[in-house]
């Protein structure tokens, strides 16, 4: 059984990896949006004074962040 081997060209590579590029910042973007609007309900939910320390003991953002 003898084995094709197709070469792929550069331009056709390049075109995928950018494509895949603009998945992930797209993807990364959406999940910045959704962990801020999850963080503002919190806020709302611990009330003034507990901000700091909710963010402390449960996720890794700082309030300066």
């Known amino acids: 059984m ?3 081997i ?3 060209d550069i331009d056709t590579i390049t075109t995928e990896i950018q494509t895949i ?3 992930v910042q ?3 973007i959406y999940g910045c949006i959704e962990i801020g609007k999850r963080l503002v309900e919190v ?3 611990v009330g003034h004074g507990g901000w700091g320390k909710y ?3 449960k996720v ?3 309030q300066q962040w």
């Open 26 to 28: 797209r993807f990364a």
């Open 21 to 23: 590029e603009g998945q």
């Open 2 to 4: 003898s084995e094709i």
């Open 55 to 57: 963010l402390a003991e």
């Open 60 to 62: 890794r953002y700082s």
């Open 6 to 8: 197709t070469m792929r």
């Open 43 to 45: 806020k709302e939910i």
